[in-house]
């Protein structure tokens, strides 16, 4: 953790506080970054949000993507010089996207524009924040570094499901002063979405597949993170300290701001819709980050009238919107045909009700110790009126997902995966009058296979028939491809069958196990 500053001293005017009011006195941006999570658990958000005009909004649509970034971090006065963020954006979004336009909009009619996250090296809207983020946290720390308030260097350690970790391994991979390891459950994860990480390049990374699932996986990190033991002897010995590079980093979450304000921009500029119209934006939510972006850009002027927050079958947070009560004690975790989506506890929603609250950190701090305890909490009335002018709600089935891939297929020729399908789902059922940016989170080749039931009809969780269930991921991505005259698969994804396999450890799921690998990879 980065020692405490000189206020005086501190480059930028915005402060950071967290949403549980641990921190006595305010951080700046950079030691945001670094820390992650404040001590007492919460948080942080900037003390005070930056404002556009219209102008200011509709000006960005003249600039390229990392020039838009880079204004809007500028208005969120980080503290980090302008020429080092304008250099930092340059290799934040530059050709490691397939469109030059980074997140192009693709429209379908006059009022559903799809707003495609997926153009980034890994084909998930995680690339996103995750190609930003790693080089944020590489400059706040050698900022830190230089004041010396800093004497040591980091290794993130991130348990993935699926689409986090490759993410994660894309953005961190070469980046300064930083390593980074990645674990998955063994046969958890999807033929494609293993490739994509055993494959990685880079001297500063390592993958591991863990025996059991993605919970033992994840509550193994937990536990190696808990371990102080164990942070004094890599703190001693290599001079390092874990670090996690999960959505609740401050640094994660202001990237995704950007692209709401940017896309605003862009219908404007395109002549879709009138500069000043409000839109709806659609998001298909799982941790709450994304549509929390959305919310924020609303905040600093973006015209977003309603937030459409999509679900699948585990909806806990659709029933939280449509009662004011965030209930897991008596819900189970379901696998879906959207398993980015698949989650109970939705962190990213503390910083949301913090907001709504008007800051209220004891509120917060409360309705955390009742999840944590009875595994529910219920929000007062005057915030749940908050929570209704700004969000409505739905969730939407696997099957239903799966159908409106087919029907968007054959209304409008487009090929949805299945998450950006619950949401266009989800968008149909809550629209109103306004136009609706859906934010469309993965390529449909990194869920080929729930594709594939969708155009044939098959049931949710019906297997492939043999023939097909034989197939690498590649394969049926060609194949999927043919039928549907959709070609054009990712670079990143359609040559993994060819590419070398770096990485084949299989290790336990136990402290020790992960331990000793660590330390294994940081002597190599
Ligand atoms: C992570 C992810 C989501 C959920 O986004 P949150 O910011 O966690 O709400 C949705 N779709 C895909 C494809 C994802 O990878």
């Not at 009619?109 to 707003?115: A, G, R, S, V």
């Not at 944020?136 to 993935?160: C, N, P, W, Y």
């Amino acid at each position: 953790m980065a020692q405490r500053t000189d206020r005086a001293e501190a480059f930028g005017q915005n402060l950071y506080i967290d949403t549980r009011g641990a921190t006595d006195e305010p951080i700046p941006f950079t030691e945001a970054v670094v820390d992650g999570l404040a001590v007492g658990g919460g948080l942080y958000v900037p003390q005070e949000l930056p404002s556009l005009s219209l102008e200011d909004i509709v000006a960005l649509a003249k600039l390229p993507y990392a020039e838009r970034a880079a204004a809007v971090y500028k208005a969120f006065n980080i503290d980090l010089p302008d020429e080092v963020i304008d250099e930092l954006m340059g290799r934040a979004y530059g050709d490691n996207f397939d469109d030059a336009a980074i997140c192009p909009i693709t429209s379908l009619d006059e009022n559903t524009h799809i707003l495609e996250l997926w153009h980034g090296p890994t084909s998930a809207f995680k690339d996103m924040a995750l190609q930003c983020l790693p080089h944020f946290f590489s400059a706040s720390a050698a900022q830190l570094r230089k004041k010396g308030e800093l004497d040591h260097e980091f290794m993130i350690l991130v348990a993935t499901s699926g689409d986090t970790g490759k993410a994660a391994l894309e953005g961190f991979k070469g980046v300064d002063g930083v390593s980074i390891g990645v674990l998955f459950p063994d046969g958890g994860v999807s033929d494609i979405q293993r490739k994509q990480m055993v494959t990685t390049t880079g001297d500063n990374v390592q993958v591991w597949a863990v025996r059991g699932n993605f919970d033992d996986c994840q509550t193994g990190v937990k536990r190696t993170f808990a371990d102080e033991t164990f942070a004094e002897k890599l703190l001693g010995e290599h001079a390092i300290a874990l670090s996690s590079a999960n959505s609740i980093n401050w640094g994660r979450l202001l990237p995704q701001v950007v692209y709401y304000i940017s896309s605003y921009a862009e219908l404007v500029a395109t002549g879709k819709i009138e500069a000043g119209r409000e839109i709806d934006v659609c998001v298909p939510t799982g941790n709450f980050g994304n549509i929390l972006a959305a919310w924020y850009a609303k905040q600093v002027g973006v015209p977003i009238d309603m937030l459409l927050c999509a679900s699948n079958d585990n909806r806990v947070l659709t029933d939280f919107i449509n009662t004011g009560t965030y209930d897991i004690s008596d819900r189970e975790f379901i696998l879906t045909s959207s398993p980015s989506m698949d989650i109970l506890v939705s962190s990213n929603l503390e910083r949301q009700l913090f907001e709504l609250t008007g800051r209220n950190a004891e509120a917060i701090r409360q309705w955390m110790v009742d999840l944590n305890e009875r595994r529910c909490f219920r929000v007062d009335e005057e915030t749940f009126c908050r929570v209704r002018e700004n969000f409505s709600a739905d969730s939407v089935d696997n099957a239903t997902c799966l159908a409106t891939i087919r029907t968007v297929l054959d209304e409008y020729d487009y090929l949805l995966d299945p998450h950006t399908a619950v949401a266009f789902a989800a968008a149909q059922n809550l629209r109103g009058e306004n136009p609706v940016l859906v934010a469309s989170t993965a390529h449909w080749a990194k869920f080929g296979d729930n594709v594939y039931r969708a155009l044939h009809g098959i049931e949710p969780h019906e297997a492939l028939p043999a023939e097909v269930a034989s197939l690498t991921g590649c394969e049926l991505n060609r194949r999927i491809a043919e039928e549907t005259g959709k070609r054009h698969i990712p670079a990143g994804l359609a040559n993994l069958d060819e590419m070398q396999v770096r990485f084949t450890e299989v290790i336990d799921n136990d402290v020790e196990a992960i331990e000793s690998a660590t330390e294994a990879f940081l002597s190599r």
